[in-house]
Nanobody, 124 residues
Framework: QVQLVESGGGLVQGGGSLRLSCAAS????????TGWFRQAPGKEREFVAA???????YYADSVKGRFTISRDNAKNTVYLQMNSLKPEDTAVYYC??????????????????WGQGTQVTVSS
């Protein structure tokens, strides 16, 4: 079992930045991949970014160059640094963990563990 707790969401103006954190517990952190997904009202939950190590990271096209995922294995924490935020980034952001070999494909089905979500609102 893996428990995930997100923090760091909030309200920010367009063009601003936020950093989300996700603290993991329950299993050896380095033994699974971590991802961020988001869900806007009335829309499907979509992939944002995923990482297994510092060099093994993947991003959705919509956030490439603006968002950065990183992991601190010593702190059992994964981060999502979000820069140049746009109103269309408004959503509930979820942290997720996967031990699947297809973790990098961005599919929700590969992630067995989920946090409760944190709201990010970007004003125009």
């Amino acid at each position: 079992q893996v428990q995930l707790v997100e923090s760091g969401g909030g309200l920010v103006q367009g063009g601003g930045s936020l950093r989300l954190s996700c603290a993991a517990s329950g299993r050896t952190f380095s033994s699974f991949a971590t991802g961020w997904f988001r869900q806007a009202p009335g829309k499907e939950r979509e992939f944002v970014a995923a990482a297994w190590s510092r060099t093994s990271t993947y991003y959705a096209d919509s956030v490439k160059g603006r968002f950065t995922i990183s992991r601190d294995n010593a702190k059992n924490t994964v981060y999502l640094q979000m820069n140049s935020l746009k109103p269309e980034d408004t959503a509930v952001y979820y942290c997720a963990a996967s031990s699947s070999s297809s973790w990098y494909r961005g599919r929700r089905e590969a992630y067995a563990y989920w946090g409760q979500g944190t709201q990010v609102t970007v004003s125009s």
